[in-house]
């Protein structure tokens, strides 16, 4: 049998010989992906990156890391594309330059990583932002800045929300799950089984604003046995709800710097982390067994 074509090429000619084609087949693919590029690359970029919300609410997440991230996914297919982009368009962005190396290593990042975002927040950081700038890349940065400034509700990029009576839709849902953290539970007032305002077990509502989500139930919540004791406990609650809220996002917050500080100065992979009984309790991998 005579050799086929690709069997006489040797191994470097046959690397080039695919990048030419890929380089090529990318030339008509891109215009069906990006359109006919009627904004700038980086602009492109930042538009299909998640919504700063949307990456907000995975990274409160403690299986942020984890690489089901939907988020993580995005960014890298954003980042992806804007490198395939990038081999025949321009860009005039003027932090074009700085921006490449990392978006770069965003698109071949094999785990999340907060690296682009930190890069963001130092940009946004060194130049600032317009504020009357609405552009997707300016909407990024200010997200990018707040974080990097330690997260201040006076300076959240995102609509603060705010609690109106009566809006059950808006303010008392059903008890249940929703991020896998939980804290220990601090006093029976905030018991997820409780009516703040008449103490009547088995609740079947709770505050939206201010619940502390747990594996299976919520671990901390004001909760109510009716609307009507909602409503006449909101006085009191009302001056409270922000301080919980405040509290949450502290041990979010918390969560984070052990989690980074675990990695940096532990020998053994923390793998999972759940409450039992009010106690913290974390599972450890050492080789292929866990402890």
Known sequence: MSPTFFSDLPDLQ????LQSQFRKLAMRLIPAVFGNQPEDLVETFFRRLPSPINHYREWLNPNASEKNNPTWHDERIAAQLFMLSAETHESSDPDYSRLLPHIRTAASADEPTDQLYEQLGALALEKGIDGDDASYKAQHLRYALWMAQGRKDETSPFPIPTVHLPEPDNYMIPAG??????????????????????????????????RMPGPGTDTLATAYCSRTCQANHWPEHKARCKDLQQFYRAAAMYQQIFNHFLAETYTLQPTEMTERNGVAMMKEESGESEV
Do not use: H, M
């Open 14 to 17: 046959f690397f080039v010989f």
């Open 177 to 210: 799950p929703d991020l896998p953290y939980s804290l220990a539970t601090l006093s029976p007032s905030l018991s997820p089984k409780t009516c703040a305002q008449c103490q009547k077990q088995g609740e079947i509502l709770n505050c939206s604003a201010c």
